[in-house]
């Protein structure tokens, strides 16, 4: 029996559908039809321009982020790559774009060799946040939170295809 090709816009709906049976090749790029058809399929409608809006301010947030932990430009563009990669598939609905955020900056730091500890993103993350207030103390980090990234993070890498090799335009 002869499997569809992925790249075709059913077969991407299908991939948000049915969830992780899908087999997902990478792409480094995606055509404006495939976009639309990831994005009608996750039927945001009146939540459009909130997602708009949100990757731009997560975008800007990984910006300052990166650069308080000192991370190069790439490292932050990494993130920033793998934060839009992973919403294509997902909805701001059902996943918080600070966690994601968070978690990009913590996966793009393991794939540009620009190592970070978790908590210490963690305390960039707070000094990002709350400027004024004193610094986080990463003893007093949450574990349930600690957790939760540490589980997105796989879903980051799956929508990446487990792909380390990420080109930017």
């Known amino acids: 029996m002869a499997e ?5 816009p059913t077969n991407i709906s299908a991939a948000i559908t049915t ?3 899908f087999k997902r090749h990478y792409r480094p790029y995606y055509t404006k039809k495939q976009i639309a058809t990831l994005n009608s399929v996750k039927k945001l409608g009146p939540l459009a321009s909130k997602e708009t809006t949100a990757r731009y301010s997560s975008c800007k947030f ?13 490292t932050i563009s990494t993130s920033q790559a793998l934060y839009h990669r992973f919403y294509l598939y997902y909805s701001i609905k059902d ?15 393991k794939i540009e060799e ?10 960039a993350v707070h000094s990002v946040k709350y400027p004024d207030s004193k610094e986080l103390d ?9 957790r939760r990234i540490i ?19």
Do not use: W
């Not at 569809?4 to 075709?8: M, N």
């Not at 996943?95 to 730091?109: E, H, K, M, R």
């Not at 620009?114 to 305390?123: G, M, P, Q």
């Not at 589980?151 to 335009?169: D, G, I, M, W």
């Open 4 to 8: 569809k090709s992925p790249s075709t």
């Open 19 to 21: 969830g992780s049976s």
């Open 62 to 74: 990984m910006q300052d982020v990166g650069r308080k932990l000192g991370f190069p430009q790439k």
């Open 95 to 109: 996943y918080s774009p600070q966690d994601i955020s968070v978690t990009c900056l913590f996966v793009a730091s």
């Open 114 to 123: 620009t190592i970070k500890k978790l908590k210490d993103i963690f305390v």
């Open 138 to 146: 990463p003893e007093h980090i949450a574990e349930d939170r600690k």
């Open 151 to 169: 589980s997105y993070e796989k879903l980051v890498l799956e929508t990446a295809c487990f792909n380390f090799q990420l080109r930017h335009p």
